[in-house]
């Protein structure tokens, strides 16, 4: 004979409670969340489910069944059918045209009904639900909850003189879920906690170091510039969006000792010479020890990408230590870029992006796959395996009327926990760059180190 402690188990394979950290409707923080509904689901467990409720009842006492909507009218439908008791169906609202009846079924003035309710929390729904049944000249003595969630409401209701069978408690589940290695000694305290009314200390989580990142990611690219930023205690990336060859070498020169990485969109310059601007560029990447980030954003077919990566007149595969690629063209877009980082455009920064939730989703589960990616750009939070780059970057605006939304390095690590910054007119347009770049360096150190 199955125990009732295995019947549970088996009700929670089917995802019915869980824990962690929930705010409820009320506003309150919750460590555990109960949804009884995919019990309905499993024709066999409902049926059992039935009854197990039906045994601990007085059945004799009982002419009718009404489950409370919704959850509970399939666990009503199930007990009438193993207990032969006739169910009666309650409207949430009462029907606006027609008899406006707000019981369905057969039934007489003055059968005794049983409720049937998923879980108890407050009681409230089964106050406001007794009396709209009581209206209809039928008694309530007894009231069957699969789930007590020990919240008072069991006791206000038995205040008012109703019987509260229930079938689990929440203390109940969770001593069986803690003997079977489901729930660690700290959530059990969260629950105790909760459960006595107290205030629940959840545990802050805190992004992870660069340290820990060299050891979690593996892509040469990513470990090089977690080193870097490790020994220049910086995690800034200057986007030097300037037109010319000059302008962009006198840039790298001031902001070198800065940064981790300079980002360039190499085809805004009027002057590209692949002698002229790669090869200084190149031995002040050596000099200052950054490197080379095209923000190139690929966003077509392989084909064409191996193509644009390869040739032309930049040949940015001959320099580039990392590049950023849309990953809308699906996963096999991204396997040209062989011998460099990949960092995947997952959300931008833009006022009105069509980079919704659904859509980085899938960015990520491409970026978190592909074998060539290490990082990715967003506004929000990345699986800590890549590297978050936050460009929208700026002390002193909020935006530049032309859709740029800007954030501050505090929020970009201490909301997002990203990993790099990327700052582009807050610097190369300051009047000393140098001065601005040391300035978002401390920021971004500053912040970092906060968030651990
Ligand atoms: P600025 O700090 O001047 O707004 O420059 C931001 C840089 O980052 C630009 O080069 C832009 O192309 C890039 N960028 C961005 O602003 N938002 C994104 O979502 C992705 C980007 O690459």
């Not at 455009?345 to 592909?370: C, F, P, Q, V, W």
């Amino acid at each position: 004979m199955e125990t009732k402690k295995e019947f549970f188990l088996e009700c929670y394979q089917l995802g019915i409670i869980k824990f962690g950290r929930f705010t409820l409707k009320s506003g309150i923080e919750s460590p555990f969340y109960v949804d009884l509904r995919p019990l309905a689901s499993d024709p066999k467990i409902l049926k059992k489910l039935a009854n197990y409720m039906l045994d601990m009842l007085p059945l004799d006492n009982f002419d009718l069944i009404c489950g409370v909507p919704y959850a509970a009218l399939p666990m009503a439908t199930a007990m009438s059918l193993e207990s032969y008791l006739p169910l009666i169906i309650k409207r949430k609202e009462a029907k606006q045209y027609g008899t406006k009846k707000i019981l369905e079924g057969i039934y007489t003035s003055g059968q005794n009904c049983l409720l049937v309710e998923d879980v108890v929390t407050s009681g409230a729904s089964l106050l406001e639900t007794i009396p709209e049944i009581e209206n209809e000249g039928i008694t309530v003595s007894d009231i069957v909850v699969v789930l007590d969630r020990q919240q008072g409401g069991k006791e206000i209701l038995e205040q008012k003189g109703f019987r509260v069978h229930t079938l689990f408690t929440i203390s109940e589940v969770c001593a069986m879920l803690k003997e079977e290695g489901h729930l660690a000694d700290d959530e059990v305290e969260r629950i105790n906690d909760f459960l006595a009314g107290n205030v629940v200390k959840f545990k802050e989580e805190k992004r992870i170091s660069y340290e820990d990142k060299l050891a979690l990611c593996e892509h040469s690219v990513a470990q090089k510039l977690l080193e870097i930023a490790l020994e220049k205690r910086s995690n800034l990336i200057v986007s030097a969006d300037v037109t010319s060859t000059p302008e962009l070498l006198a840039l790298a020169e001031k902001v070198g000792p800065h940064i981790v990485a300079l980002k360039m969109h190499m085809d805004i310059l009027m002057d590209f010479d692949a002698d002229k601007t790669i090869l200084p560029l190149k031995d002040l990447a050596t000099k200052y020890n950054f490197l080379l980030m095209e923000d190139r954003k690929f966003a077509d077919i392989g084909n064409t990408q191996e193509l644009q990566f390869s040739y032309g007149i930049y040949k940015i595969s001959n320099w580039a230590d990392f590049v950023t690629a849309q990953v809308i063209a699906g996963y096999e877009s991204l396997d040209c870029f062989r011998n460099v980082g990949v960092v995947a455009i997952i959300g931008m920064s833009s006022k009105g992006t069509l980079t919704t939730a659904d859509y980085r989703e899938e960015a990520t589960n491409i970026a978190l796959s592909h074998p060539n990616v290490f990082g990715g750009v967003s506004q929000y939070k990345i699986p800590n395996e890549l590297l978050l780059f936050t460009p929208g970057i700026n002390l002193a605006e909020t935006g530049d009327g032309k859709g740029q939304q800007y954030n501050t390095p505090e929020h970009a690590f201490s909301q997002l926990e990203s990993d790099f910054i990327i700052v582009g007119r807050g610097i190369y347009k300051a009047d000393d760059a140098e001065k601005a770049a040391l300035n978002y360096r401390i920021a971004g150190w500053n912040a970092y180190e906060a968030s651990l």
